[in-house]
């Protein structure tokens, strides 16, 4: 998972990640951990069985796979935002005019710094 973990996430900064994405990085997170630690002895039955997402999470004690894609999405936002003369912070800054395509907008990076800000406080706007 050492080496699997960096290549997952590079670029995850700029990811605007839907829930069903996140939830797909975390079973896959999952399927190879299960595979790494192996099942485990049940001592009450004498068989074999698989883990519980509790208790992989217990043995990898890390983030799960999803919130350090969070912790880097806002990480980066920080970084953009504080940086002056980068075109990101104008670029957010700005409202763009024009006409709107029919349907649902697209799924903007943005949106989802504003939905984790508004999980981490939700005192902020």
């Known amino acids: 998972m050492t080496l699997m973990r960096p ?8 990811w605007a990640s839907r829930k069903i994405e996140e939830i797909r990085l975390d079973t896959f997170e999952r399927k190879v951990l299960r595979r790494i630690y192996g099942p485990c002895l049940d001592t009450g039955t004498k068989e074999w069985r698989i883990r519980t997402n509790e208790e992989i999470y217990n043995l990898f004690q890390r983030l799960s796979i999803s919130r350090e894609v969070t912790k880097r999405r806002l990480m980066w936002a920080g970084h953009a935002w504080r940086k002056k003369d980068a075109m990101i912070s104008t670029v957010i800054k700005e409202d763009p005019v024009g006409k709107r395509t ?24």
């Open 102 to 125: 029919l349907g649902r907008p697209r799924l903007r990076w943005e949106d989802c710094v504003k939905r984790e800000v508004q999980e981490v406080d939700p005192r902020a706007n």
């Open 7 to 14: 290549v997952i996430l590079y670029g995850s900064e700029t």
